[in-house]
C-alpha cells in the first residue's frame, strides 16, 4: 500500500509539472502577443504566478524541470517579439526571481503551499504577493530609467499592475485548481460543467464584441452561476475564460466598452480593474459555497460516524446483554439447588442445633450471593432505561415498618436495636412506588446492619405538608464505622466500595447505592449521606408525593397457603424437579413432573391440572413451544395457567414468556414465601 501510494504521487506530480509547463509557455504567448499596452508591458502577465505555484505544488527536481521550462520559453517569447538580447535576459531574470520570491515568502509564512478554502486565505495571500510584486516593479523601473531612459513612474506602474493582477489573480486561481479538496467538491457531469463554462465564453464575447451593444456587468451573473455550480474551481476557470476573451479584444482597441476612447493607459487599467474585481467577486462565492458543502459533508460524514458508533454500541449492548442472561442463567440454576435444599433442611424438625445453624449460614451465604445477582440485573436494567415507575397509593409509615421487619432478624442476630421513629402529621396515604422505595431502604438497612458491629440502628420519617406535594424524610441512622470525607463522594458510583482493599471486612457488587440513587432521581428526589469516621452514619432520601384517596389504596396480600391442588412441574433437571416437589409437597399440593416441554404436553392432554410451573430451556420441546402447544390445545388444558419458573430473570426475557401465553413469573432460585404466593394466587383464581 504505501508502495503504491508513492507510485500515484509520482504520477500526480509528473502530470502537474507537464501541465504547468504547458500553460506557462502558452501563457506567456498570450500575453507577449495578445495584452501589450502601448508601453510595450503586459497588461496581464499570469506565467510568474504559474511558476510560483508549481514551485509549492512540486518536489524535488521536478521544480527544476519547472524553472527550467520558464526561463527558456520567457527568452524565446521575448526575443520573437522584438526585444533585445539584455531585455529579454533582464525580464526573464526578474520574473524569475519574482517567483522565487513568492515562493520563499509563502513557505516561511504558510509553511507550505497556502490552501485557499476559506475567506481569509484568499484575502491573505494578496497582502503576501502585492508588496513583492511591488519590490520588483521599482527595481526593474530603476534599472530600466538608468540604463535606457523613460519615465521611472510610468515603467513602474505598469510593471507593477503587470506584476500584481498576474499574482493577484492567478496564483489563487491555480492553487485552486491544484487542490484535490476542490476537486473533490461540487462534483457535476461533464455535460453540465461543458455548458456552464461555454455559457462563459458565450456572454463574454458577446459583451466583448464591438458589433454587441451588451454591458460588460451581464458577465458577473454567468459567472457566479458558474461558481454556485462548480464552486471555486468554476469560479477560478471562469475568470480565466473571461480574461483570455476580453483581454486581446479589450486591448487591441476593438471594444469601445472598457474605457477605449480615453486612450489605451485607461483603457489598460480598466480591463485590469475588471478583471481582478470579477475574480475576487466569483472566488469569494465559490468559497463560501465550498465551506458551506465542506461543512455539510462533514456533517454527513459524522453522521455515519454517529451512526456507526452507535452500531456498535447497540452491538455491544446486545452482546452485554446476552452474557448477563447467561451467566445469570448459569449461576441461578445450582444456587437454586443451594437454596432450595437449604430451605427444605431448615423445614425439618429433627436438626441438631449445630446443622441447623450450618444450614442457616448456608441459606444467609446463598441470599447474600443472590442479591449481588439481582444487583448485577437490576443495573443492567437502569443502564438500558428500563425503569419505568409503578405509584400506587401506599402509606411510607407502613411501607418503613415493614421493612424495618424484614432486617429485624439479622439486626437482633448481631444484637443491633432497630428503632423507629415517625412523624407524620399528614397522616394519609402518598403515590409512591412502594417496590422501589422499598428496594432502597432495604438496600441502605442491608448496609447498616452489616457495617454496624455494636450499638443501634435507627429509622425516623417526617412528612410535611406540602400546597401541592408532601415533603418525605427518611433518613436510617447508624453507629457504625462510619465514611471518610473524601470517600463519600464514591459510595454513589457504580462498582465503588469506600473499602477496595483485598482485606476488607464486607463483601458486595459496589452497585447496590448507585442502583438507589438511579431510582430515587427516576422518583424526581434526592440521596445522601452525612457521616463522622467511628461514630457512624446517616443515609436520608427527600421525596415530595402528592396524597392519594384511601379507597383506591390496594388490599395488602394475605400470607399465601396454598391449599390442595394438582400441579405439574416441568423441568428437566432432576434437583430443580425434587425440589420444586418437596416445597409444594409442604403444603398439601399434589405434584407432577415432566423432564421436558414434549412430556409436560402428553401429560396435560391425560390429566387435569391446576397449575403448571414451566421452565424455559429444555430439550425435545422448549418451555415456549411447550406453552403455545398446551394453549392450542383447546378445552379445560388450555386453560390451564402456566407459570414461568426459570432462570431466565432479565425484562426481554420475561417478556418472552408473557408473549408465549404464560401468566405469570418465577424466578429461581425459587424462594418459598414467593412460590407460596404465586402458586396460591393462581389456583384461587382457577
Known amino acids: 500500500m504505501p ?16 501541465v504547468l509547463s504547458v500553460v506557462i509557455v502558452a501563457s506567456q504567448v498570450f500575453s507577449e502577443y495578445l495584452t501589450r499596452t502601448s508601453l510595450g508591458v503586459a497588461a496581464f502577465w499570469p506565467a510568474t504566478a504559474l511558476l510560483a505555484a508549481g514551485l509549492l505544488a512540486l518536489n524535488g527536481s521536478r521544480r527544476l524541470v519547472l524553472s527550467g521550462v520558464f526561463v527558456a520559453s520567457h527568452l524565446a517569447v521575448d526575443l520573437t517579439t522584438g526585444d533585445a538580447v539584455h531585455l529579454a535576459l533582464l525580464y526573464t531574470a526578474l520574473d524569475t526571481l519574482e517567483a522565487l520570491a513568492v515562493w520563499g515568502v509563502c513557505l516561511r509564512l504558510a509553511h507550505g503551499a497556502p490552501r485557499i478554502r476559506t475567506m481569509r486565505a484568499l484575502t491573505t495571500l494578496p497582502t503576501i504577493t502585492t508588496p513583492i510584486a511591488a519590490v520588483f516593479a521599482v527595481l526593474c523601473a530603476a534599472i530600466l530609467s538608468a540604463g535606457f531612459g523613460g519615465s521611472f513612474v510610468q515603467i513602474g506602474l505598469d510593471w507593477f499592475l503587470r506584476d500584481a493582477l498576474g499574482l493577484a489573480v492567478m496564483l489563487p ?47 458577473f451573473p454567468i459567472a457566479l452561476a458558474t461558481a454556485y455550480r462548480l464552486g471555486a474551481r468554476g469560479a477560478a476557470m471562469a475568470s480565466i475564460i473571461v480574461a483570455v476573451i476580453t483581454l486581446p479584444i479589450a486591448m487591441s482597441g476593438a471594444s469601445p466598452r472598457f474605457n477605449a476612447i480615453l486612450g489605451p493607459v485607461a483603457q489598460a487599467r480598466t480591463i485590469q480593474v475588471f478583471i481582478a474585481v470579477l475574480f475576487y467577486t466569483c472566488l469569494a462565492a465559490g468559497l463560501v459555497l465550498a465551506q458551506q458543502d465542506r461543512l455539510k459533508r462533514l456533517l454527513l460524514r459524522r453522521e455515519q460516524l454517529t451512526r456507526a458508533a452507535r452500531s456498535r454500541a447497540l452491538a455491544a449492548t446486545e452482546a452485554k446483554t446476552e452474557f448477563l442472561a447467561t451467566m445469570s442463567h448459569e449461576i441461578r440454576t445450582p444456587l437454586n439447588s443451594v437454596l432450595g435444599f437449604a430451605q427444605l433442611l ?38 438500558a432505561g428500563q425503569i419505568e415507575l409503578l405509584p400506587q397509593p401506599t402509606s411510607a409509615p407502613a411501607l418503613l415498618r415493614d421493612t424495618v421487619s424484614i432486617m429485624a432478624p439479622e439486626a437482633r442476630a448481631k444484637g443491633l436495636a432497630l428503632n423507629i421513629e415517625i412523624i407524620d402529621p399528614v397522616e394519609a396515604l402518598h403515590e409512591l412506588d412502594a417496590d422501589r422505595l422499598r428496594q432502597v431502604l432495604i438496600n441502605i438497612l442491608n448496609n447498616a446492619v452489616k457495617f454496624t458491629e455494636e450499638g443501634r440502628i435507627d429509622t425516623r420519617l417526617v412528612i410535611e405538608r406540602g400546597e401541592v406535594e408532601d415533603r418525605l424524610r427518611f433518613e436510617i441512622i447508624d453507629t457504625g ?5 473524601d470517600k463519600q463522594a464514591l459510595l454513589f458510583q457504580r462498582f465503588s466500595q469506600t473499602d477496595s482493599s483485598t482485606s476488607r471486612l464486607h463483601g458486595g457488587s459496589g452497585l447496590g447505592l448507585a442502583i ?27 421525596l415530595t ?13 394475605k400470607a399465601a397457603t396454598p391449599g390442595a391442588a394438582r400441579i405439574l412441574i416441568v423441568d428437566d433437571h432432576a434437583v430443580n424437579l425434587e425440589i420444586g416437589a418437596a416445597l409444594l409437597s409442604l403444603v398439601g399440593c399434589e ?14 392432554q391425560k390429566a387435569e391440572y391446576d397449575l403448571i410451573l414451566m421452565d424455559i430451556h429444555m430439550p425435545l420441546m422448549d418451555g415456549l413451544q411447550a406453552t403455545r402447544a398446551i394453549k392450542a390445545l383447546g378445552g379445560r388444558a388450555g386453560q390451564t395457567p402456566i407459570v414461568a419458573m426459570s432462570a431466565d430473570a432479565l425484562p426481554r426475557q420475561v417478556e418472552r414468556c408473557y408473549a408465549a401465553g404464560m401468566v405469570d413469573h418465577i424466578a429461581k432460585p425459587v424462594q418459598r414465601e414467593v412460590l407460596y404466593a404465586k402458586v396460591d394466587r393462581w389456583i384461587r383464581r382457577r
Open 591 to 604: 405434584v407432577d413432573v415432566a423432564e421436558n416441554g414434549k412430556q409436560a404436553v402428553d401429560q396435560v
Open 3 to 18: 508502495h503504491r501510494l508513492a507510485l500515484h504521487e509520482r504520477q500526480r506530480q509528473t502530470a502537474l509539472l507537464l
Open 545 to 557: 408525593a402528592p396524597t392519594a384517596d384511601e379507597a383506591s389504596a390496594p388490599e395488602r396480600p
Open 346 to 383: 431448615a423445614a425439618r424438625h429433627d436438626l441438631p442445633p449445630d446443622a441447623r445453624r450450618q444450614v442457616n449460614l448456608i441459606d444467609s451465604a446463598g441470599a447474600a450471593l443472590l442479591t449481588v445477582l439481582n444487583d448485577i440485573l437490576e443495573f443492567s436494567r437502569v443502564e
Open 481 to 485: 464505622v462510619g465514611i471518610d470525607l
Open 516 to 542: 438507589a440513587r438511579t431510582l430515587i432521581d427516576v422518583m424526581g428526589g434526592r440521596i445522601g449521606v452525612d457521616s463522622v469516621p467511628g461514630r457512624g452514619s446517616c443515609f436520608w432520601i427527600e
Open 173 to 219: 486561481a491555480a492553487l485552486v485548481l491544484i487542490d484535490a479538496e476542490h476537486r473533490r467538491s461540487f462534483k457535476r457531469s461533464w455535460p453540465e460543467q461543458s455548458a456552464l463554462l461555454f455559457a462563459v465564453a458565450a456572454v463574454t464575447l458577446l459583451c466583448a464584441h464591438p458589433a454587441s451593444g451588451a454591458p460588460p456587468f451581464l458577465i
